[in-house]
């Protein structure tokens, strides 16, 4: 498989994750953020998971999905969200899960492509074992 993701974990939702959400912008550099500046709070879990029963995080390894989306990236996958073409999905086929985009030709050809252009898109069959296990919402990096 050209990509793989690895440590499914669910979200703990009894612990909130509340932050403060700062107003201005910060185009370089990061200044020391005064009350003035604090426009509310933000709750991680609340903001980035509209379905806690269907959602997982897994954590990505591999380079097919570069630049978008790296190697040690946290996803935050749903399994509720209706996944339509060009959706970046978490698939399974056969025994292999992987991070792709996923294409929807208008023949009804489904591809599961990178954008990484080192990698060919996989094209799905009618007799492929394959799966959606959910819509990528969100990314989370570590620098």
């Known amino acids: ?8 974990f669910t979200p703990n939702l009894t612990r909130k994750l509340a932050r403060p959400l700062i107003s201005s ?5 990061f200044p020391s953020p005064a009350e003035d500046y604090v426009e509310g709070r933000i709750d991680l879990n609340k903001d980035l998971i509209k379905h806690p029963l ?3 995080y897994i954590r990505v390894i591999g380079d097919s999905m570069e630049t978008l989306i790296c190697s040690g990236d946290l996803l935050i996958v749903d399994r509720m969200t209706e996944t339509i073409d060009k959706d970046i999905v978490v698939a399974r086929v056969g025994n292999d899960l992987c991070v792709k985009r996923l294409r929807i ?8 492509c990178s954008e990484n252009v080192d990698y060919k898109p996989i094209e799905i069959g009618l007799e492929d ?13 570590s620098f």
Do not use: Y
């Open 25 to 29: 912008r910060v185009p370089a550099g």
């Open 1 to 8: 498989m050209q990509c793989s993701v690895w440590g499914i």
């Open 54 to 56: 269907t959602t997982f």
């Open 129 to 141: 074992d394959f799966e959606i296990w959910g819509k990528v919402l969100h990314s989370i990096q």
């Open 105 to 112: 030709h208008d023949d009804g050809a489904v591809w599961l």
